[in-house]
């Protein structure tokens, strides 16, 4: 049962997991975007899973292997039947996509060995759009079931970034080959198309994660990164949202972050953390958005900058960008 004030659970597909709505991202452990003291970064994980947080999501291109390691040395000591631990195989550079056989049963046992497990919880194809997915279909999941025979990986998902390429495989196997999708940036306050596909993957019982309801850093204060690969329309109009709801007090990111997770259709929301601060914040937007805090996200304030923000968005609204291979961004 859940103490009060801490994130709240739901199923993931028909795996019998529950996992937390908010999930702790650990790409920032492996010093993705700047350099993490290893203490600070486990008293953060520790931070997340006192406060209710049970699903943690890595993978060895982040930080070149570097924060499946960090994670792996800050759940040693949480208790393992208490904590869903999922990372990928597939993606181990910025060009270097490898989705054969043996690759990724090698790279499985990889990441047991860094992260300290004697199983993987939930085990993804990453970014799977970069290659043929027929290759997915006939050789990478196969293999991944036969990792899951073998009692190495418990569940297996599919990542990715057109929303096409879920459909694609999920139509070439059998029901229960694939238990969730990870999509990202398409259900945010800039792009919520994934919610269009829900009726389609609940049909399939499938499980539903959710990642980058910032939209990789557009609802932001800061604004994105130079290399963010969003069309300049796009970048405009969120520079301009930030700044209305600065007008009203409010960071765009408490309002983005909430917005996507109300879906009670979304499993989980994964947000990139690594410092207690973080955790603290985003877990206090968490509650907000559930209702389950005093200072409540529906004050008036906060829906009067959020209907002021959606306005300014509405004309790039559902606005996205290819990824991968041209064959799966048709």
Same mark, same amino acid.
């Given at each position: 049962?859940?103490?009060?004030?801490?994130?709240?659970?739901?199923?993931?597909?028909?795996?019998?997991? /529950?996992?937390?709505?908010?999930?702790?991202?650990?790409?920032? %452990?492996?010093?993705?975007? /700047?350099?993490?003291?290893?203490?600070?970064?486990?008293?953060?994980?520790?931070?997340?899973?006192?406060?209710? &947080?049970?699903?943690?999501?890595?993978?060895?291109?982040?930080?070149?292997?570097?924060?499946?390691?960090?994670? +792996?040395?800050?759940?040693?000591?949480?208790?393992?039947?208490?904590?869903?631990?999922?990372?990928?195989?597939?993606?181990?550079?910025?060009?270097?996509?490898?989705?054969?056989?043996?690759?990724?049963?090698?790279?499985?046992?990889?990441?047991?060995?860094?992260?300290?497990?004697?199983?993987?919880?939930?085990?993804?194809?990453?970014?799977?759009?970069? =290659?043929? %997915?027929?290759?997915?279909?006939?050789?990478?999941?196969?293999? %991944?079931?036969?990792?899951?025979?073998?009692?190495?990986?418990? /569940? &297996?998902?599919?990542? +990715?970034?057109?929303?096409?390429?879920?459909?694609?495989? %999920?139509?070439?196997?059998?029901?229960?080959?694939?238990?969730?999708?990870?999509?990202?940036?398409?259900?945010?306050?800039?792009?919520?198309?994934?919610?269009?596909?829900?009726?389609?993957?609940?049909?399939?019982?499938?499980?539903?994660?959710?990642?980058?309801?910032?939209?990789?850093?557009?609802?932001?204060?800061?604004?994105?990164?130079?290399?963010?690969?969003?069309?300049?329309?796009?970048?405009?109009?969120?520079?301009?949202?930030?700044?209305?709801?600065?007008?009203?007090? &409010?960071?765009?990111?408490?309002?983005?972050?909430q917005y996507s997770l109300r879906n009670e259709h979304i499993a989980t929301t994964l947000v990139g953390m690594c410092t207690p601060?973080? =955790?603290?914040?985003?877990?206090?937007?968490?509650?907000?958005?559930? +209702?389950?805090?005093?200072?409540?996200?529906?004050?008036?304030?906060?829906?009067?900058?959020?209907?002021? &923000?959606?306005?300014?968005?509405?004309?790039?609204?559902?606005?996205?960008?290819?990824? +991968?291979?041209?064959?799966?961004?048709?």
């Open positions: 049962m859940k103490s009060m004030g801490q994130v709240p659970r739901r199923p993931l597909g028909n795996t019998g997991l /529950h996992v937390s709505v908010l999930g702790f991202g650990a790409s920032p %452990l492996g010093g993705v975007f /700047h350099e993490v003291d290893a203490e600070e970064g486990k008293r953060a994980v520790h931070l997340a899973f006192e406060k209710g &947080i049970n699903f943690f999501d890595t993978s060895p291109f982040y930080g070149d292997t570097k924060s499946e390691t960090a994670l +792996g040395r800050a759940i040693s000591d949480l208790p393992r039947d208490e904590i869903v631990v999922a990372t990928k195989v597939g993606r181990y550079g910025q060009a270097l996509f490898d989705f054969s056989a043996p690759r990724v049963k090698a790279s499985v046992d990889e990441s047991l060995q860094r992260l300290g497990l004697s199983y993987i919880d939930l085990i993804q194809c990453h970014d799977m759009e970069f =290659v043929k %997915l027929d290759q997915i279909v006939n050789e990478t999941l196969p293999a %991944l079931l036969e990792l899951k025979k073998e009692g190495k990986v418990r /569940h &297996i998902g599919i990542t +990715g970034l057109p929303l096409g390429i879920f459909e694609y495989v %999920l139509d070439r196997v059998p029901e229960g080959t694939v238990d969730c999708i990870l999509s990202y940036c398409h259900y945010t306050l800039c792009d919520n198309t994934l919610d269009d596909m829900i009726p389609y993957l609940e049909s399939k019982h499938v499980g539903i994660i959710n990642a980058s309801p910032l939209c990789m850093g557009l609802l932001t204060r800061r604004g994105p990164p130079v290399w963010h690969p969003a069309p300049p329309a796009l970048v405009d109009a969120a520079k301009q949202a930030s700044q209305k709801a600065d007008e009203f007090g &409010i960071d765009i990111a408490d309002i983005a972050l601060q973080q =955790v603290s914040d985003n877990c206090a937007a968490a509650l907000k958005a559930l +209702g389950e805090a005093t200072d409540s996200a529906n004050s008036p304030a906060f829906l009067d900058a959020s209907e002021a &923000i959606n306005s300014i968005l509405s004309s790039t609204h559902n606005t996205t960008w290819p990824s +991968g291979l041209d064959e799966n961004n048709a």
